[in-house]
T-cell receptor, first 114, second 115 residues
Framework: AQSVTQLGSHVSVSEGALVLLRCNYS??????LFWYVQYPNQGLQLLLK??????LVKGINGFEAEFKKSETSFHLTKPSAHMSDAAEYFC????????????FGGGTRVLVKP | GAGVSQSPSNKVTEKGKDVELRCDPI?????LYWYRQRLGQGLEFLIY????????KSGLPSDRFSAERTGESVSTLTIQRTQQEDSAVYLC?????????????FGPGTRLTVT
């Protein structure tokens, strides 16, 4: 079975400050990992993904994440927050051995203060 | 091209009624997924289709829930005798292993409210 834990259901950052969203996973197979963003009243949009290869993954809107196998983590960062980053962020692991269904973390809602 | 579409966008129903939620995947996407997002919670997997067969129905919460898919096209999620705990946003996603590997494209969701 797979599981994902996101530390902190709410994060508040100042505009221009570092955004750090934490994600730890559990998987019985080498994980494929994803970060999705959900803006109010919208569906999910893929920010970035890790499947194989380079462990530092760059995504859209200046976000990046680093896969650390030893720590079973896939934390999401952005050096400088923008007001438009206010949204909910979901970390997910794919069960590629069973149809690629996604197991999601509980989500982290980001508030950006001016 | 067109993305994943879902209808209706909002549905209010009375407890005990049946509802049907529709998902139109991206053309050519062989895999289709249904997820549920209850208020204040993360997303839960419900069911997965490869073509028109459903190899994994493990996430369906009860026998009141069922889904079908016509070929590699539209899917319908049916909830019978709705209960208040069924209130949630139901999200559909599709993917094609031939394209962006393992990436799922999500629709805007159907917000279901059971009164």
């Amino acid at each position: 079975a797979q599981s994902v834990t996101q530390l902190g259901s709410h994060v508040s950052v100042s505009e221009g400050a570092l955004v750090l969203l934490r994600c730890n996973y559990s998987s019985s197979v080498p994980p494929y990992l994803f970060w999705y963003v959900q803006y109010p009243n919208q569906g999910l949009q893929l920010l970035l993904k890790y499947t194989t290869g380079a462990t530092l993954v760059k995504g859209i809107n200046g976000f990046e994440a680093e896969f650390k196998k030893s720590e079973t983590s896939f934390h999401l960062t952005k050096p400088s927050a923008h007001m438009s980053d206010a949204a909910e962020y979901f970390c997910a692991v794919s069960d590629w051995a069973a149809g690629n269904k996604l197991t999601f973390g509980g989500g982290t809602r980001v508030l950006v203060k001016p | 091209g067109a993305g994943v579409s879902q209808s209706p966008s909002n549905k209010v129903t009375e407890k005990g009624k049946d509802v049907e939620l529709r998902c139109d995947p991206i053309s050519g996407h062989t895999a289709l997924y249904w997820y549920r997002q209850r208020l204040g919670q993360g997303l839960e997997f419900l069911i997965y289709f490869q073509g028109n067969s459903a190899p994994d129905k493990s996430g369906l919460p009860s026998d009141r829930f069922s889904a079908e898919r016509t070929g590699e096209s539209v899917s319908t999620l049916t909830i019978q005798r709705t209960q208040q705990e069924d209130s949630a946003v139901y999200l559909c996603a599709s993917s094609s292993p031939r394209e962006t590997l393992y990436e799922q494209y999500f629709g805007p969701g159907t917000r279901l409210t059971v009164t």
